[in-house]
């Protein structure tokens, strides 16, 4: 079965700090990761894929199966970047994706 | 372009009472519709999928039904609401691998 383990339910970090919001996951066969992000009073929207290699709004994550993780990572984080986030998995059948737990990320002046 | 639509936003419904939620998709034709439940501390549970008119998988056992009537139409019932159905319900669509468009939600208290 698949699995997604986002440990951090909450993470804190000030403006400028480099901000690292980590993701795990189990599957045993051909994964595709996307980072979803929730902004206060918005819908839920996707932030960014593997499959793309895309860096968007300064962030990037890199899929490493070794280690079977996703890990969100930006070198500045900045105030508008709090918000709650959700590591996915998909590759599955029927376009199914299996979310994390969320993080809750909180950026201080 | 594509858009989805879910409503009501909000809602308090008393035990017992029935649920009807829908969401409906503009712009595409044949999606793949999920019903998610957002719980606090628990994340994202899918809760129905479905791949084509009067398909319905079920992702969980519990007190709530889905349909699709239509090809862009995907409504979340219950005959009897508990209090354990309260929560933040999303509706979400995709064409394929490159991830979900979600809905705006609806906040369902039952009270």
């Known amino acids: 079965a698949q699995r997604v383990t986002q440990p951090e339910k909450l993470l804190s970090v000030f403006k400028g700090a480099p901000v690292e919001l980590k993701c795990n996951y189990s599957?045993?066969?051909?994964?595709?990761l996307f980072w979803y992000v929730q902004y206060s009073r918005q819908r839920l929207q996707l932030l960014l894929r593997h499959i793309s290699r895309e860096s968007i709004k300064g962030f990037t994550a890199d899929l490493n199966k070794g280690e079977t993780s996703f890990h969100l990572k930006k070198p500045f984080a900045q105030e508008e970047d709090s918000a709650m986030y959700y590591c996915?998995?998909?590759?599955?059948?029927?376009?199914?994706?299996?979310f994390g737990q969320g993080t809750i990320l909180t950026v201080h002046p | 372009s594509q858009t989805i639509h879910q409503w009501p936003a909000t809602l308090v419904q008393p035990v017992g009472s029935p649920l009807s939620l829908e969401c409906t998709v503009e712009?595409?034709?044949?999606?793949?519709l999920y019903w998610y439940r957002q719980a606090a501390g628990r994340g994202l549970q899918l809760l129905f999928y479905?791949?084509?008119?009067?398909?319905i998988s079920s992702e969980v056992p519990q007190n709530l039904s889905a349909s699709r009537p239509q090809d862009r139409q995907f409504i979340l019932s219950s005959k009897k609401l508990l209090l354990s159905d309260s929560g933040f319900y999303l509706c979400a669509w995709t064409e394929g691998r490159y991830g979900y468009t979600f809905g705006s939600g609806t906040r369902l208290t039952v009270v």
């Open positions: 996915a998995l998909g590759g599955t059948s029927y376009g199914k994706l299996t």
């Open positions: 479905s791949v084509g008119i009067g398909q």
């Open positions: 599957y045993s066969g051909s994964p595709e």
């Open positions: 712009g595409t034709s044949n999606p793949n």
